[in-house]
């Protein structure tokens, strides 16, 4: 689906969003048993979400889709971003710029992971601390201590795309197993 312009684009997302394409997952998934979500199609990247994680309109045109995942501390947000094949510049550009939203809890260190699955090469980052306040209406309005960042890169045909999750550490720890399997279960 291509979001092209405004309340037109955001409310055709929303659809999109909202429905459950079972038939168009990989068979026997381990991210499907894992997760026995949904489909979200976004710019023409398919992953399979928990059923709790919500479907909302984008905050931005840059969104091409974003959910909230709901937990024990507050929700959190995922946001995925799709600015045309082969653009959004590069891996380590938007990883530093991630690192740059968040400072560190004392004495931690970001993670970094790569894997390769079903035709997706997938470079992930975690990091923990405060979340800063964002710039021009992006990102919270106040510092958010006690926060966590996973943010992904998937490359592959059609991409790459760009997700990130912030929230509550509490909220994104309890669901970064459900977050890696999500990716793994990227396909077109």
């Not at 979400?49 to 309109?57: C, F, G």
Request: with cysteine.
């Amino acid at each position: 689906m291509t979001v092209r312009h405004g309340w037109i684009g955001a409310l055709a997302l929303s659809v999109a969003l909202c429905g459950c394409d079972g038939g168009s997952k990989p068979s026997g998934s381990l991210a499907g048993k894992l997760l026995g979500g949904r489909i979200v199609e976004a710019k023409g990247l398919k992953v399979e979400v928990p059923v709790a994680w919500n479907p909302t309109t984008p905050k931005s045109r840059m969104r091409a889709a974003q959910l909230t995942i709901p937990g024990p501390a507050g929700d959190a947000e995922l946001a995925v971003f799709h600015f045309g094949e082969g653009q959004g510049g590069r891996i380590e550009d938007n990883l530093v710029r991630w690192l740059g939203q968040i400072e560190l809890q004392a004495g931690s260190e970001p993670k970094r992971d790569y894997f390769e699955q079903s035709g997706f090469a997938v470079t992930m980052l975690s990091a923990a601390g405060t979340l800063k306040a964002g710039r021009m209406g992006m990102g919270p309005k106040e510092p958010q201590p006690n926060s966590l960042l996973l943010g992904a890169v998937v490359e592959g045909p059609g991409g790459p795309w760009f997700l990130k999750a912030t929230g509550p550490e509490k909220t994104l720890e309890a669901q970064r197993e459900a977050f890696v399997s999500m990716l793994k279960s990227a396909h077109r």
